[in-house]
């Protein structure tokens, strides 16, 4: 089964410094989507950002940017001049199974991310 | 598009008592995800439905869980009869497969439902 390890259960930041959440997966795939989704306290799941596994380039969402390392597994993501509004839980997904997410994602346990002001 | 809807947004029950919860897609998506999360187990998958089939449901906990998709705009997720343990947030998810090659999930609100 897939798996996806978030090692910090909560991270603490000032606001407008850097932070980077870890993530690691397993997966037997060579081609496959990574993702990283946000839940703020509203509870509604929003997408950050997606990275193709195939492409070596990390992909970046403004002050979101991902650090993606195909041999050891690991996506971490990278909140750049952290906001009061990037205080939310940060979920890292990897695919199900073979389907690319048709299989539907399996997700971390999450990592809480707190932003002091 | 409105994303998606699911409803009630909260649901407090007593044990015993049959639960439905529903989700509406977003319209053209043709893969439906529900999710359960708990403090303890996090997010799980439950079941999901390709073109209104299910397809694996090997995620629902027991034969008290059941899920239905009778059309591509309405799904529904039954407990009956409700147990405490079933207390969790309850996530309906939708997507368009195979296009770009990530099926992005838009996920809806969630319900929260508490049995007691």
């Known amino acids: 089964a897939q798996t996806v390890t978030q090692s910090q259960p909560e991270m603490s930041v000032q606001e407008a410094e850097t932070v980077t959440l870890s993530c690691t997966y397993d997966?037997?795939?060579?081609?496959?989507?990574l993702f990283w989704y946000k839940q703020p306290p509203s509870r509604q799941m929003i997408l950050v950002i997606r990275?193709?596994?195939?492409?070596?380039q990390n992909a970046t969402e403004n002050r979101f940017s991902v650090n993606f390392q195909k041999a050891a597994k690991s996506f971490s993501l990278k909140i750049s001049d952290s906001q009061l509004g990037d205080a939310a839980m940060y979920f890292c997904?990897?695919?199900?199974?073979?389907?690319?997410?048709?299989?539907?994602?399996?997700f971390g346990k999450g990592t809480h991310l707190i932003i002091q002001p | 598009d409105a994303g998606v809807i699911q409803s009630p947004r909260h649901e407090v029950t007593e044990m015993g008592q049959e639960v439905t919860l529903r989700c509406k897609p977003i319209?053209?998506?043709?893969?439906l995800f529900w999710y359960r999360q708990t403090m303890m187990r996090g997010l799980e998958l439950l079941i999901y439905?390709?073109?209104?089939?299910?397809?694996?449901d090997s995620g629902m906990p027991e034969d008290r869980f059941s899920a239905k998709m009778p059309n591509a705009s309405f799904s529904t997720l039954k407990i009956q009869p409700s147990e405490p343990r079933d207390s969790a947030v309850y996530f309906c998810?939708?997507?368009?497969?195979?296009?770009?090659?990530?099926?992005?999930?838009?996920f809806g609100a969630g319900s929260r439902l508490t049995v007691l």
């Open positions: 998810a939708s997507s368009f497969g195979r296009t770009s090659g990530a099926n992005v999930l838009t």
């Open positions: 997966t037997s795939e060579s081609d496959y989507y």
């Open positions: 990275q193709e596994a195939y492409k070596q």
């Open positions: 997904a990897s695919p199900l199974g073979a389907g690319g997410g048709a299989d539907g994602l399996t």
């Open positions: 319209s053209g998506h043709d893969y």
């Open positions: 439905f390709n073109n209104n089939v299910p397809i694996d």
